[in-house]
């Protein structure tokens, strides 16, 4: 079973920065790729951030510049530092993990979310 943990969301003033981090435990599965979404009330969970298991990394237009996504290969973490912080990047944050099944069949996993509240 794979276990996502999300942690470091909270309230801050627009300009400021957060590092949120997710601890991901696995058991038998080859993740592939792991990331952060964002989503708001009433809204569509966008995705934020990816970072592909060769390392490859995606970002969302609106974050490009600002945030960045890395892994804790020690500490089996999933980190997202976000800098200039806007009152648009409020939210719920989730972490993400993509596991390979089989050939062609992927599971998306799924944190539980932490709250990212920025004032303006």
């Known amino acids: 079973q794979v276990q996502l943990v999300e942690s470091g969301g909270g309230l801050v003033q627009a300009g400021g920065s957060l590092r949120l981090s997710c601890a991901v435990s696995e058991n038998g599965v080859s993740i592939i790729e792991r990331g952060w979404y964002r989503q708001t009330p009433g809204t569509q969970r966008e995705m934020v951030a990816t970072?592909?298991?060769?390392?490859?990394?995606r970002y969302s237009d609106s974050v490009k510049g600002r945030f960045t996504i890395s892994r804790d290969y020690r500490a089996r973490t999933v980190s997202l530092q976000m800098n200039k912080l806007t009152p648009e990047d409020s939210g719920v944050y989730y972490c993400q993990a993509v596991a390979i099944i089989d050939i062609g069949k992927r599971r998306e996993h799924w944190g539980q979310g932490t709250q990212v509240t920025v004032s303006a």
């Open positions: 970072i592909h298991s060769s390392g490859v990394e």
